[in-house]
């Protein structure tokens, strides 16, 4: 593995919400009826943010195949459709960040032929032309995270290529325009996301990369701003999807939760932090089958849940607070499913989840609301 530095890097700052716990009173989760909301071809991935400056989280909606983000306002219990946002080409990932600095969210896209792309944000659920960040055809971006990695406010991006075994970091000036930072290569691997945090408190940015076809994490602990060390690799069995960051045990230290494509087994991981950047080693987590999961607080008790989601079926599991779950929820989806998203849409002060239908036609988030 060879490693690149370009630019001089500053302080670094990362962007991690921590539930606080409460007593260890065990809660209770319950959903209302699905809300079936049509997306483009192939909604591969949905991220929740507020576009329009109402203070609700909206959807947008990564469609792999159309080329396009498709942006859903909330609204009264449902979604308003706004036009579709083209991308350059297919976009496999979609963040929402400010990227730009003028107070609007903006959408970065990692577009799968070979560009990253920043859409500026009106305000209004709008978005203008996009600017992009050519990596080359063959690189392949995945995934990417908007976040402060050199401690100016301004936030930077990091990106995990499949084509190319590559992670890129990228400095933003403070208008959304961006500068190569450092490349880490590794000798084989493939990024389908790449996360953002502060694992061992010392006020940088870390990075945990999920190495899809290879089954592992890469943990690459900050050593200065916008620049990351050696990789820490933690070996996982079967494919994993993007992994979630959390405090499942109230420790005050960020635990990683990852999916584990295994039918009919405890088929989920908790990685324990130590606090230091390193992970005890894997535990399963009792749910029958995962590919995607994401983290939130479904029965706002202010622990850490998780969800994971499968090919029929999505699987909730409400925190305790020390590292354990209870019973697995099951909510009935009707096929394949891309990677989630939790936001409390409904404003009822818990999480509800949005889970893409990724492989099937017609195209379809479905919204489950906390009841």
């Excluded at 909301?37 to 959807?59: C, Q, S, T």
């Excluded at 947008?60 to 308003?80: H, M």
């Excluded at 929820?329 to 949005?354: C, M, R, S, T």
């Amino acid at each position: 593995m060879r490693m690149r530095t370009l630019g001089v890097p500053v302080l670094a700052a990362t962007l991690t919400i921590v539930l606080t716990p409460v007593g260890a009173t065990a809660a209770t989760a319950s959903f209302g009826p699905r809300l079936d909301v049509p997306a483009g071809e192939f909604a591969h991935y949905v991220a929740a943010g507020d576009l329009d400056g109402d203070g609700r989280p909206d959807m947008a909606v990564a469609s792999g195949t159309s080329g396009t983000v498709s942006v859903r306002l909330s609204r009264d219990g449902g979604f308003r459709a706004m036009p579709d946002v083209p991308t350059p080409s297919r976009p496999m990932t979609v963040d929402i960040a400010d990227v730009t600095g003028d107070g609007r969210p903006d959408l970065v896209t990692a577009d799968l032929g070979g560009t990253v792309s920043v859409h500026p944000g009106r305000g209004d659920g709008r978005f203008r032309a996009a600017r992009s960040i050519d990596l080359g055809g063959s690189s392949n971006p995945w995934g990417v995270d908007a976040a402060d990695l050199d401690g100016d406010r301004d936030l930077d991006l990091v990106v995990g290529l499949t084509g190319l075994p590559e992670i890129h970091v990228f400095r933003n000036d403070g208008r959304g325009r961006f500068t190569a930072g450092q490349i880490v290569e590794f000798g084989y691997g493939d990024f389908n996301a790449v996360r953002v945090a502060d694992l061992n408190s010392d006020g940088r940015a870390d990075l945990v990369a999920t190495e899809t076809l290879a089954s592992r994490l890469a943990v690459l602990l900050g050593t200065g701003p916008a620049t990351f060390g050696e990789p820490q690799r933690i070996n996982l069995i079967n494919d994993t999807s993007p992994a979630v960051l959390g405090d499942y045990d109230s420790d005050g230290v960020l635990d990683i939760v990852a999916s584990r494509r295994e039918s009919f087994a405890d088929s989920g991981w908790l990685l324990h932090g130590n606090g230091d950047g390193t992970f005890a080693e894997p535990v399963t987590i009792p749910v029958r089958w995962s590919e995607t999961a994401t983290g939130g607080d479904f029965d706002g008790d202010g622990r850490a849940d998780v969800a994971f989601a499968t090919a029929s079926v999505v699987f909730v599991l409400l925190g305790n607070g020390d590292g354990t779950f209870q019973e697995a929820l099951e909510l009935p989806v009707d096929g394949q499913v891309g990677v989630p998203a939790a936001a409390d849409f409904n404003g009822d002060g818990k999480d509800d989840l949005a889970v893409p239908n990724g492989y099937g036609l017609p195209s379809t988030v479905w919204v489950f609301p906390t009841a």
